[in-house]
């Protein structure tokens, strides 16, 4: 693998709201929609090996939209479970738990950062063989607890990268070591 583009879904009306939105199986927005289109013409333009998404719709439909209608879908590429944490806000969980971060404190019946970092290393470990850039489709939080592990950092350090919807972040190579190229693109605008 050359580059690994990442390709996060674009909004719905979760996020739009900044609820939690692991498993929930939300659509995109007609916003949404469009930031996905607006990806088409620059990923089209670049020739990828394997495209992988999530199961999840919201990745699905901006795949698609993309142009990317023949993707493998791998669970691993799901969203974090936020478990009782869903579908609710930062704020709204810092009302009963102060200072609460996902990335520290966790999430009561959902997944541990290791169990996220472990699927990220599942899908690394899938797309280092493939003679090929490779795009994944996913979501915010297993995006950047997979740039943390191909970083060689520890999951919850995933916590420096913001990934706003819709954006493109490329991860590659400088010599031999695994770098950041591109973060947080937004081809929507």
């Given amino acids: 693998m050359r580059e690994l583009w990442l390709v996060r879904h674009g909004e719905t009306e979760w996020s739009r709201s900044l609820r939690h939105t692991g498993l929930s199986d939300i659509p995109l927005t007609a916003a949404g929609r469009a930031e996905a289109a607006a990806l088409r013409p620059c990923l089209q333009a670049r020739p990828f090996a394997l495209v992988l ?3 999840l ?4 439909e901006t795949c698609r939209l993309a142009g990317y209608e023949n993707a493998l879908v791998d669970p691993d ?3 974090w479970d936020y478990g009782d944490y869903e579908g609710r806000t930062t704020p709204q969980i810092q009302a009963e738990r102060p200072a609460w971060s996902l990335w520290t404190d966790g999430v009561p019946n959902g997944e541990t950062a290791s169990q996220v ?5 599942r899908v690394i470990a899938r797309v280092l063989p493939v003679d ?9 939080h297993i995006l950047r607890v997979l740039a943390a592990r191909w ?3 520890p999951p919850r350090d995933g916590c420096l990268f913001a990934l706003g919807t819709a954006a493109v972040s490329i991860l590659g190579y400088e010599h031999q070591t ?6 947080n693109l937004s081809l929507s605008a």
């Fill in 178 to 183: 695994p770098v950041i190229t591109r973060w």
């Fill in 151 to 153: 970083l060689g950092l």
């Fill in 77 to 79: 590429l799901r969203e």
């Fill in 132 to 140: 090929g850039d490779v795009a994944l489709f996913a979501h915010a």
């Fill in 117 to 121: 970092a472990a699927r990220a290393a």
């Fill in 57 to 60: 719709q919201r990745a699905r």
């Fill in 53 to 55: 998404v999530s199961p």
